[in-house]
DNA sequence: TCGAACTAGTCAATATCTGAACTAGTTTCC
DNA sequence: GGAAACTAGTTCAGATATTGACTAGTTCGA
């Protein structure tokens, strides 16, 4: 039997509630962790979903191709393997994508003169043009959700989440292959 | 043509190179915005792949099976669609990811008493030790992630994660239904 | 009180991602 | 010079997600 729970419970009560139970009936000890984690993966998804609803899906593009076209727009031609690394996609996801993209021109893969094996992706002059006039879209989008945080806050929180992420080295984590 | 450019550009090369062509060559104007989400995907992304990879998939549970057990486990029995709103996922996840869950002997799913319409997940005994094991290992590695970070940056971070979640009320931003 | 509008959950179709197997080209080193 | 080990990319099968249609129960108002 339980109480009968807020049926409304939002984000914060939740996070507030797993910090309470976890530390006193469990006795878990990192609940900071939790919420520190919790509170990243929820503002991540947050954001991606928006950016995907409101600029991307309308233009029946989806996250995922956008994260390669600007990979491949801004990091210059580049081999599959090293857009799966900048994006952190995997190399299949790369190629499955990098098929459909080509097809509808925004992308050209040619294959690399040094090595047989490899392929370089570039974008097309549509894909180019396209980008230009997407980003459009998508930084004020960006800029929408940064606003609220000030210019030093937001370079704080680049600097925390860097942290975040070289720490990992040490803490020898699984990386994507 | 292009400036051969180095095979091993990283995360943090790639930042900088689009903050430097977003702002030069084509003139965009919220470098910052887009610097502080990239890097909070990314270590989303990192976090999540880590402990799926390293905590989960190992005992033969996905990220998202997790998450919904984690919820109920936590926020007591609950019907789907508070489920959703908990964890970011669609209804319909829910539901396909429940089934599994019901068969596996790790939910119950019972009829509400009051709506006939709706439904109740729970944790059964073994669902619950289950979480009660596997949350310990959990724990400790976001441990390993956030020491990193003092105690008080792992609250600012919070804090500034927080802000950026709320702020996207005022900016309308779309919400997962 | 009865029909219209709404809401909860599930199902079906589609899309995408992952890991593993496969193909083909390159490097190593005896 | 050539076989073995390695590497790049693709393809395939399986898992899991999303949207939209659908079923069933509830609520509201004439």
Redesign the pocket.
Known sequence: MSVSEP?DLDFWSFVALANERLAGEYGFRHQLATEVLLTLNRASDLVT?DLE?AVH?PRG?????F??LFVVWLAGPL??????RLT?????????????LVAEGLLA?TP?E????????SLTGAGHAEMVDVFREHNEREAGWTAVLTEAEQRILVMLLDKLIIGHREFEARN??
Request: proline share 2%; hydrophobic share 35%.
């Open positions: 049926a979903y609803a899906r593009r989806s996250w995922s191709a994260r390669l081999e599959p393997s090293g857009a799966a952190g996609m995997s190399r299949a996801a790369v190629s499955n994508l990098a098929k459909g893969r690399d040094r090595d047989g094996r490899s392929v370089r992706l994507r292959r």
